[in-house]
């Protein structure tokens, strides 16, 4: 077989190839369901990003409407996941009135961890936190928002 016969059949071959390649992503690309779910109790990838109830009432009572997070000016940054767990906190120390004048501040470490503050004071986790009580309640917006993210 000469030089220029051989060029024309891998050509042939990687336009065939291209062809087939589109011909099944064409395919599947239809096999793509944006709103019927699998089951009857399931939503869609794309609506599962609502964040917990306890975002949803702390930015629409700082008149934000519905955000994924509750940012406050003078907060430490943090992740979206660490303002909705302070959210669930907050909502969880409103029952426990030895906890009413303690300001809790969730960040997000270097790490990409949970940063915890109280009162000004940064504790690298969970357990450092001398409060019982408050360890109990971070422990449960942790738990909470985890089920949350189900």
């Known amino acids: 077989m ?3 016969a ?12 291209i062809v087939a390649i589109y011909w099944l992503m064409q ?16 939503k869609p990838e794309w609506l599962r990003s609502m964040p917990p109830p306890e ?8 008149g934000e409407g519905i ?10 940054v943090a992740a979206p996941f660490a303002e909705q767990v302070e959210d669930i906190l907050y ?9 009413a ?24 986790d969970v357990t450092a936190v001398p409060d019982k009580n408050l360890r109990a309640l971070i422990q ?3 738990e909470k928002w985890e089920a949350y993210d189900t």
């Open 6 to 17: 051989i060029i024309w059949l891998l050509l042939i071959g990687v336009a065939l190839l």
């Open 55 to 62: 975002t949803v009432a702390a930015t629409k009572a700082d």
């Open 140 to 142: 449960q917006a942790v």
């Open 101 to 124: 004048e303690v300001q809790v501040d969730l960040g997000t470490a270097a790490d990409g961890s949970l940063e915890i503050w109280v009162d000004g004071v940064s504790y690298p």
């Open 67 to 76: 955000t994924l997070y509750d940012y406050d000016e003078g907060e430490q």
């Open 91 to 99: 909502s969880l120390m409103q029952d426990e009135p030895s906890l």
């Open 27 to 42: 395919r599947q690309a239809k096999n793509v369901n944006l709103t019927r779910p699998s089951s009857p109790d399931e």
């Open 2 to 4: 000469d030089f220029p």
